[in-house]
């Protein structure tokens, strides 16, 4: 059990912190982060992802900074593996 720590140690003696919370708690926190203009990098859960992704990127905040979504097959096409 120990050893499966070690890693949330090591970020927290570098000046960093290990949080867990339930995904509406790291909603919020990235959303106050982000309106506030904090820097901070949050590692989150893919369902937490893609609620972060839904929740910024509006029609409104796209269409204002003028971004497309692109699909991953149109990627895959202009850098053929």
């Known amino acids: ?3 499966s720590l070690d ?3 090591a970020a927290v003696e ?3 912190s290990v949080l867990s919370a339930e995904g509406s708690v790291v909603l919020s926190m990235v959303k106050e982060a982000t309106q506030s203009g904090y820097a901070a990098t949050f590692y989150v859960t ?5 609620a972060i992704v839904n929740w910024y990127w509006t029609p ?3 269409k204002s900074l003028k971004v497309e979504p692109v699909s ?3 990627g895959r096409e ?3 593996s």
């Open 1 to 3: 059990m120990r050893s």
């Open 7 to 9: 890693h949330f140690d």
């Open 14 to 16: 570098h000046g960093g």
């Open 46 to 50: 893919k369902s937490q992802f893609d």
């Open 60 to 62: 409104e905040r796209r």
């Open 72 to 74: 991953i097959e149109s």
């Open 78 to 80: 202009s850098n053929p």
